[in-house]
């Protein structure tokens, strides 16, 4: 499967986007999908995660309430719909798939996926 991230860009403080992961290729439904950010001069870090079974995603401290991650089966596509943005959300933001499922406390990592979009920017700034 490939994966194509898009939907970044430059936002004011408060304000929403909404990036995309595209996948081709695969069966969808087989995996596991989560996105990671990595800003400048940081590690990558875990942003949310969700079952390839579907259910309620998880997402990290920093984000929660903020982020909602999603997925359309008939799309290939899995969003996630940032609000409330802060400059500390400056990052370049990757998906990544994993085939099949996962536990949960495994999710965050990102040992876990071997696929890999090509990363989007999201910058915050006003």
């Known amino acids: 499967v490939q994966l194509q991230a898009s939907g970044g860009g430059l936002v004011q403080p408060g304000g929403s986007l909404r990036l995309t992961c595209e996948a081709s290729g695969g069966t969808f439904n087989m995996y596991t999908m989560a996105w990671f950010r990595q800003a400048p001069g940081k590690e990558r870090e875990f942003v949310a995660a969700?079952?390839?079974?579907?259910?309620?995603?998880i997402y990290a401290d920093s984000v929660r309430y903020r982020f909602t991650n999603s997925k359309d089966n008939a799309k290939n596509t899995v969003m996630m719909q940032m609000g409330s943005l802060k400059p500390e959300d400056t990052a370049v933001y990757y998906c990544?798939?994993?085939?099949?499922?996962?536990?949960?406390?495994?999710?965050?990592?990102?040992?876990?996926?071997?696929?890999w979009g090509q990363g989007t920017q999201v910058t915050v700034s006003s």
């Open positions: 969700v079952r390839r079974s579907g259910g309620s995603p």
């Open positions: 990544a798939f994993r085939y099949g499922a996962v536990v949960v406390s495994a999710m965050r990592d990102e040992q876990q996926y071997s696929i």
